[in-house]
């Protein structure tokens, strides 16, 4: 398998441009994650899903952020609009069940100016 | 809501030499999962261990081992013959069962991370 994909792998943008990141899971995975990582916060769970149904979305910091999984291969993050604050690596992650390992992608850089 | 706790931002070894790596969570779930990952400088976030909290005996894999408390809530990773390709961030992590009454079901929580560098 070729693990979690994410794309882009780095995006800049400008304040107040709409964001889409992307994330395909590991093929059999029950369960997707989204994570922002930044020097002052780490490591947060923003969402995560259950057979494409979002199970938490209370990490999402604020109604500007929105995560869909329209079907078992596919994830998406919005950040609409964007604010320089949002400026950190944003990671999917996917796992079999839970309790299992969960596995990362390369994660993407977002940089808004 | 779990908190997990790594109380050590940054720590250095020689090469071959152990050290180990301290992580203390808080829960009230009775059954949860407890993992370590490398976060090394290319940032893919690699998992080193994982450790069921209902066995009693501590995983191994390698040169990583853990040492789990349960009763203390303690779960430190020893890393024994240390390498250079060990320095990375490592983040200690909690994951909660899923059960059907319990609101951080399913809830997975990080901590801070530690900074290990292996010295030559």
């Known amino acids: 398998d070729a693990g979690v994909i994410q794309s882009p792998r780095h995006e800049v943008t400008e304040m107040g441009q709409e964001v889409t990141l992307r994330c395909k899971p590991i093929?059999?995975?029950?369960?997707l994650f989204w994570y922002r990582q930044t020097m002052m916060r780490g490591l947060e769970l923003l969402i995560y899903?259950?057979?494409?149904?979002?199970?938490?979305d209370s990490g999402m910091p604020e109604d500007r952020f929105s995560a869909k999984m329209p079907n078992a291969s596919f994830s998406t993050l919005k950040i609409q609009p964007s604010e320089p604050r949002d400026s950190a690596v944003y990671f999917c992650?996917?796992?079999f069940g839970p309790g299992d390992t969960q596995y990362f992608g390369p994660g993407t850089r977002l940089t808004v100016l | 809501a779990q908190t997990v706790t790594q109380s050590q931002p940054e720590m250095s070894v020689q090469e071959a030499e152990t050290v180990t790596l301290s992580c203390t969570y808080d829960?009230?779930?009775?059954?949860?999962?407890l993992f370590w990952y490398k976060q090394p400088p290319s940032r893919q976030m690699i998992l080193v261990i994982r450790?069921?909290?209902?066995?009693?005996q501590n995983a191994t894999e390698n040169r990583f081992s853990v040492n789990f408390q349960k009763a203390a809530k303690s779960f430190s990773l020893k890393i024994s013959d240390s390498q250079l390709g060990d320095t990375a961030m490592y983040f200690c992590?909690?994951?909660?069962?899923?059960?059907?009454?319990?609101?951080?079901?399913?809830?997975?929580?990080f901590g801070d991370g530690t900074t290990l560098t292996v010295k030559p």
């Open positions: 829960t009230s779930e009775s059954n949860y999962y």
């Open positions: 992590a909690f994951w909660g069962s899923r059960g059907l009454l319990s609101l951080n079901a399913g809830k997975s929580t």
């Open positions: 093929s059999g995975h029950d369960y």
């Open positions: 992650a996917s796992s």
């Open positions: 899903f259950n057979n494409n149904v979002p199970i938490d």
């Open positions: 450790q069921e909290a209902y066995k009693q």
